[in-house]
């Protein structure tokens, strides 16, 4: 079982920049895969970023260059900084886990969910 809680959420404005965390319970973090997913209020939820026990990186197209995602086993934490940011990434995200082997974009893949932290953009 592991537990995931999201923190570093905010109320920013268009071009700033915000750093998520997701803190993992247990003692086996480093064998998850860990993925941050957003979901806009009325759409679906969609891909971010994901990064594998190999510390292999996955971007969404719309994020490649802005956000950056990290882990620190060490920690029991992911990251996901987040530059440049724009009102489109405005969403509820949420850190995922799990002991997958590729299809990092697909959410269905994922055991594990954080409950999520608010990113709102103004512009």
């Known amino acids: 079982q592991v537990q995931l809680v999201e923190s570093g959420g905010g109320l920013v404005q268009a071009g700033d920049s915000l750093r998520l965390s997701c803190l993992a319970s247990g003692r086996t973090f480093s064998a998850y895969a860990m993925g941050w997913f957003r979901q806009a209020p009325g759409k679906e939820r969609e891909f971010v970023a994901a990064?594998?026990?190999?510390?292999?990186?996955y971007y969404a197209d719309s994020v490649v260059g802005r956000f950056t995602i990290s882990r620190d086993n060490a920690a029991n934490t992911v990251y996901l900084q987040m530059n440049s940011l724009k009102p489109e990434d405005t969403a509820v995200y949420c850190c995922a886990a799990g002991l997958i082997y590729g299809y990092y974009s697909d959410s269905t893949k994922y055991d594990y969910w954080g409950l999520g932290t608010q990113v709102t953009v103004s512009s």
């Open positions: 990064i594998t026990r190999e510390y292999n990186r």
